[in-house]
């Protein structure tokens, strides 16, 4: 029996961080396994990758959060000979707007692909992480830091990604696999488009592009580093997190979504 090729798989690489990161593992001569739900620009980033020489990635076009996802991502690369030896956790959105007045199904569509899907993923390749000594790099935010009045599922998310990955860095490392969380905070891509986000003052600071995030990801993930926060300032947020009492870091965030709310508020 001929041995599965191993393969980087990179969830949400349609667009933004996700599509970065996939040009980097490509870049370093890793096989790339792309993952979406938008099949033309799946097929756009593959053919874009295939033009630099290096090897076309393969496209799985899935929605995540459906029940079987795991399942058919398996079956996906079974079918091509190819094993995960490194993991990519991407996918995900944003809502921004009271948590009450938004919408529940939409909310609860985010915990699912955040959060569900995120662990069943990571839970259902582990055992292939450790065969092939690889490495798992989780996308969290430096949302997950603290709570977030005005986006509050977000950040529950994100504050599960942190804790989640943190804890699979000390359970996986010693079997061998590099588990890093990345935790960028503002990035200008899709996503805050959809969640309906707009950066000034003072998170301006703290935004940092697709790519310095991905470079930063991915450097941190082969240094076999548990956590990287791209860009100086942004390092910060940890730190106050740690040491401003906590009702006062909720009335900073809380006093940010305001802003970003204007007549949707009711902070």
Same mark, same amino acid.
């Given at each position: 029996?001929?041995a +599965?090729?191993?393969?980087?798989?990179?969830t949400?690489?349609?667009?933004?961080?996700? =599509?970065?990161l996939a040009?980097?593992?490509a870049?370093d001569?890793?096989?790339?396994?792309?993952? %979406?739900r938008r099949? %033309?620009?799946?097929n +756009?980033?593959a053919?874009?990758?295939?033009? @630099? *020489?290096r090897?076309r990635p393969?496209?799985?076009v899935? /929605?995540?959060a459906?029940?079987?996802?795991? &399942?058919?991502?398996r079956?996906?690369?079974a079918e091509?000979?190819t094993?995960a030896k490194?993991?990519?956790?991407n !996918?995900?959105?944003?809502l921004l707007?009271?948590?009450? @007045?938004?919408?529940?199904?939409?909310?609860?569509?985010?915990i699912?692909?955040?959060?569900k899907?995120?662990? !069943?993923?990571?839970?259902a390749?582990?055992? /292939?992480?450790?065969?092939?000594?690889?490495?798992?790099?989780n996308?969290g935010?430096?949302?997950?830091?603290v709570?977030g009045? *005005?986006m509050?599922?977000y950040y +529950?998310?994100k504050a599960f990604v942190?804790?989640?990955?943190?804890?699979?860095?000390?359970e996986l490392?010693?079997?061998?696999?590099?588990?890093?969380v990345?935790?960028? *905070?503002p990035?200008?891509t899709?996503f805050? $488009?959809?969640?309906g986000v @707009?950066v000034?003052?003072?998170?301006?600071?703290?935004?940092?592009? !697709? &790519?310095? &995030?991905?470079k =930063?990801?991915y /450097? +941190?993930?082969?240094?076999?580093?548990?956590?990287v926060?791209?860009?100086r300032? =942004?390092?910060?947020?940890p730190?106050? $997190?740690?040491v401003l009492?906590?009702?006062t870091?909720?009335?900073l965030? $809380?006093?940010t979504q305001?802003?970003?709310? *204007?007549?949707?508020g009711?902070?």
């Amino acid at each position: 029996m001929t041995a +599965a090729s191993p393969v980087a798989v990179v969830t949400g690489a349609s667009s933004g961080i996700g =599509a970065e990161l996939a040009k980097l593992f490509a870049a370093d001569g890793h096989a790339v396994v792309l993952v %979406a739900r938008r099949a %033309a620009a799946l097929n +756009a980033l593959a053919e874009e990758i295939a033009a @630099t *020489g290096r090897p076309r990635p393969h496209v799985v076009v899935l /929605d995540l959060a459906q029940p079987d996802a795991v &399942a058919h991502l398996r079956a996906a690369l079974a079918e091509r000979g190819t094993v995960a030896k490194y993991l990519v956790n991407n !996918a995900g959105f944003g809502l921004l707007g009271v948590a009450t @007045t938004l919408d529940r199904d939409e909310q609860l569509a985010m915990i699912d692909l955040n959060v569900k899907a995120l662990t !069943a993923l990571s839970l259902a390749f582990a055992d /292939d992480l450790v065969a092939q000594r690889g490495g798992l790099l989780n996308v969290g935010s430096l949302a997950g830091f603290v709570p977030g009045p *005005g986006m509050a599922v977000y950040y +529950a998310t994100k504050a599960f990604v942190n804790s989640f990955s943190e804890a699979m860095w000390r359970e996986l490392g010693p079997k061998g696999v590099a588990v890093t969380v990345l935790c960028p *905070g503002p990035v200008p891509t899709g996503f805050q $488009a959809r969640a309906g986000v @707009t950066v000034s003052g003072l998170q301006s600071l703290l935004t940092v592009t !697709a &790519a310095e &995030a991905a470079k =930063a990801g991915y /450097d +941190a993930l082969m240094g076999r580093r548990r956590m990287v926060v791209p860009g100086r300032l =942004a390092n910060l947020v940890p730190l106050l $997190a740690r040491v401003l009492p906590r009702r006062t870091m909720i009335a900073l965030i $809380a006093s940010t979504q305001i802003r970003r709310l *204007g007549p949707r508020g009711g902070l």
